[in-house]
T-cell receptor
Framework: SQQGEEDPQALSIQEGENATMNCSYK?????LQWYRQNSGRGLVHLIL?????REKHSGRLRVTLDTSKKSSSLLITASRAADTASYFC????????????FGTGTRLTVIP | ETGVTQTPRHLVMGMTNKKSLKCEQH?????MYWYKQSAKKPLELMFV???????ENNSVPSRFSPECPNSSHLFLHLHTLQPEDSALYLC??????????????FGPGTRLTVT
């Protein structure tokens, strides 16, 4: 399957702590993306990392990619209650089809 | 607001009804998508349109019929649905370059309940 798989399925932390979510995938990719979804709403794109990149930052977000292990991690630093949401990784294949393959997500709860 | 709108936001329909979901993107993108999101399952890609041409149909039952009249509008026509079709239906758009996938912009979704 080309779908990413997030780990853990659910994560609960105190406000101010860091949250780390992991994603594993099985096929070669062109890029990997992370999305956020508030309950019952659409997904919002957070960050894209290309297969030739190892680390990327955006505000309080830090994404790493290890193509040898076919895995990625999303770190949210100094979490806030407003970060409570589901987080999904999505992989884009190398060529030929503009499809993204999503995992089942990690449900993050940040306790005020 | 992501620049992608969907209507209606909620829809309840009987198994014999016919209804349509509408999606509109204001971003000038050249690709649009329909996804189905059910509880505890990965997001399922249903249809992909590039430059108004359907390029992907992920073995979706014929009771779902997409229509893309132009690059800004996408419809999903529904008829004789089953209760297991109840889900959140998400529309997305993106600007595709050289056949590769980049970030997608999602609408807020239509929560469909089939009774």
């Amino acid at each position: 399957s080309q779908q990413g798989e997030e780990d853990p399925q659910a994560l609960s932390i105190q406000e101010g702590e860091n949250a780390t979510m992991n994603c594993s995938y099985k096929t070669s990719i062109n890029n990997l993306q992370w999305y956020r979804q508030n309950s019952g709403r659409g997904l919002v794109h957070l960050i894209l990392i290309r297969s030739n990149e190892r680390e990327k930052h955006s505000g309080r977000l830090r994404v790493t990619l290890d193509t040898s292990k076919k895995s990625s991690s999303l770190l949210i630093t100094a979490s806030r209650a407003a970060d409570t949401a589901s987080y999904f990784c999505a992989t884009a294949g190398q060529t030929g089809a503009n499809n993204l393959f999503f995992g089942t997500g990690t449900r993050l709860t940040v306790i005020p | 607001e992501t620049g992608v709108t969907q209507t209606p936001r909620h829809l309840v329909m009987g198994m014999t009804n016919k209804k349509s979901l509408k999606c509109e993107q204001h971003l000038g993108h050249n690709a649009m998508y329909w996804y189905k999101q059910s509880a505890k399952k990965p997001l399922e890609l249903m249809f992909v349109y590039n430059f108004k041409e359907q390029t992907e149909n992920n073995s979706v039952p014929s009771r779902f019929s997409p229509e893309c009249p132009n690059s800004s509008h996408l419809f999903l026509h529904l008829h004789t649905l089953q209760p297991e079709d109840s889900a959140l239906y998400l529309c997305a758009s993106s600007q595709e370059r050289q056949g590769l996938s980049y970030e997608q912009y999602f609408g807020p979704g239509t929560r469909l309940t089939v009774t």
